[in-house]
């Protein structure tokens, strides 16, 4: 047989290949906690908070793939950690990013990219501190939203904007007037 073990706020457990034998035999698992994460989103300023920033745990090799994501309280602190269902989460790498509407997306240590995102390890039954933000004001977009004839303005019509590589949710969104402008 093959046995797992699951309990709410714990890492899944699974055990390998149990052989049984005709007598009972006590099978004991040990469940760990996951590691977490905990840190501060502030302005680019590093002292004002930014409350309801978004910190999102993520696969270094896969961005899309979120294992978890909090959000900053009105002091700007934050406490997340990586899913313990689905995947079992053990000790690893993982990124670390902030975001919120109107800033620019930052990774852990100040990087913009996945790409050159800086690791944070996640032991198990570990608190990983200090993990920091000072998100930066983002650009605007306006403009308007015409028909084909470029000419005929749309009201009323959505403009959404997306994180690079991220197409599952926007992050800010936008709504034509009746000149076609947003």
């Given amino acids: 047989y093959r046995v797992s073990a699951v309990a709410e706020g714990y890492v899944t457990n699974y055990l390998g290949e149990i052989l049984l034998s005709p007598a009972d035999m ?19 300023n590093g002292t004002t908070a930014l409350p309801g920033a978004t910190v999102e745990i993520v696969s270094p090799t896969n961005a899309e793939r979120v294992y978890s994501a909090g959000s900053a309280n009105a002091t700007g602190a934050y406490t997340t950690a990586p899913s313990t269902y689905g995947d079992q989460q053990q000790t690893g790498d993982y990124l670390v990013r902030a975001y919120m509407p109107g800033y620019e997306l930052e990774y852990y240590a100040n990087k913009t990219s996945a790409a050159t995102a800086t690791r944070v390890r996640v032991p198990v039954n570990t608190t990983v501190s200090s993990i920091n933000f000072t998100l930066a004001r983002a650009g605007r977009i306006s403009g308007h939203v015409y028909a084909a004839d470029g000419v005929t303005p749309l009201a009323w019509a959505t403009v959404n904007a997306y994180l690079p590589g991220q197409w599952s949710a926007p992050v800010d969104t936008a709504y034509t007037l009746a000149d076609g402008s947003y």
Avoid at 26 to 44: M, S, T
């Fill in 26 to 44: 006590p099978l004991n698992i040990r469940l760990d906690r996951p590691g977490v994460v905990r840190g501060n989103v502030y302005q680019a």
